[in-house]
């Protein structure tokens, strides 16, 4: 467990840095990739997006999943290859550790620190700034274990392991 626990935080933190940073440009320049992930009150007073953050919002929005799904089959792979006898349930745990450590970070750091905490004025939507959805630290959690949330936080590291383990190590 304890090897098994370095991996997932040294391994897979540091892979899972390159998406959360990406996350944070995209709350800045990129909101309608992620529009439909703010509170009711926020979505229901943002203006129009501007073509540029449209436009931005196909490049980083898919360049954020594909980055965050790179980061967990890397650790997953990674895993797998320094020990050839792991097998697809090994894999399966270390995907989704590695997925549930990326969900505590978007829930904790990003989600609760520094949207509703500190609330820079950069992450703030024209037009939204005193909505009280801002502070809605439950609207977060919520999501976390919404069926989405659920689903990709389960369903996606299945799919990663099955990939890892097909790939040459």
Same mark, same amino acid.
């Not at 467990?1 to 320049?29: D, E, K, N, Q, Y």
């Not at 196909?58 to 320094?82: E, K, M, N, Q």
């Not at 703030?124 to 999501?143: E, K, M, Q, S, V």
């Not at 990663?160 to 790939?167: C, F, R």
């Given at each position: 467990?304890?090897?098994?626990?370095?991996?997932?935080?040294?391994?897979?933190?540091?892979?899972?840095?390159?998406?959360?940073?990406?996350?944070?440009?995209?709350?800045?320049?990129?909101?309608?990739?992620?529009?439909?992930?703010?509170?009711?009150?926020?979505?229901?007073?943002?203006?129009?997006?501007?073509?540029?953050?449209?436009?931005?919002?196909?490049?980083?929005?898919?360049?954020?999943?594909?980055?965050?799904?790179?980061?967990?089959?890397?650790?997953?792979?990674?895993?797998?290859?320094?020990?050839?006898?792991?097998?697809? #349930?090994? =894999?399966?745990?270390?995907?989704? !550790?590695?997925? %549930? /450590? +990326?969900? $505590?970070?978007?829930? &904790?750091?990003?989600?609760?620190?520094?949207?509703?905490?500190?609330?820079?004025?950069?992450?703030?939507?024209?037009?939204?700034?005193?909505?009280?959805?801002?502070?809605?630290?439950?609207?977060? #959690?919520? =999501?976390?274990?919404?069926?989405? !949330?659920?689903? %990709? /936080? +389960?369903? $996606?590291?299945?799919? &990663?392991?099955?990939?890892?383990?097909?790939?040459?190590?």
């Amino acid at each position: 467990m304890g090897s098994w626990l370095w991996h997932a935080l040294v391994f897979g933190g540091g892979s899972l840095l390159i998406p959360t940073a990406i996350l944070l440009v995209c709350l800045r320049w990129a909101r309608p990739a992620f529009a439909d992930d703010y509170p009711p009150d926020i979505q229901s007073r943002m203006p129009p997006f501007t073509r540029t953050e449209r436009r931005l919002s196909w490049v980083l929005g898919p360049a954020f999943i594909l980055t965050l799904l790179a980061a967990v089959l890397w650790t997953t792979w990674s895993w797998l290859d320094a020990d050839p006898a792991r097998g697809l #349930l090994s =894999a399966y745990g270390m995907a989704l !550790g590695t997925a %549930a /450590l +990326f969900c $505590l970070v978007d829930l &904790v750091l990003v989600d609760w620190l520094i949207i509703c905490r500190w609330r820079p004025s950069w992450v703030i939507i024209p037009g939204t700034a005193d909505a009280a959805g801002w502070g809605d630290y439950g609207f977060h #959690l919520r =999501a976390q274990f919404s069926g989405k !949330g659920l689903l %990709a /936080l +389960f369903g $996606l590291p299945a799919a &990663v392991a099955a990939v890892a383990v097909l790939l040459p190590r």
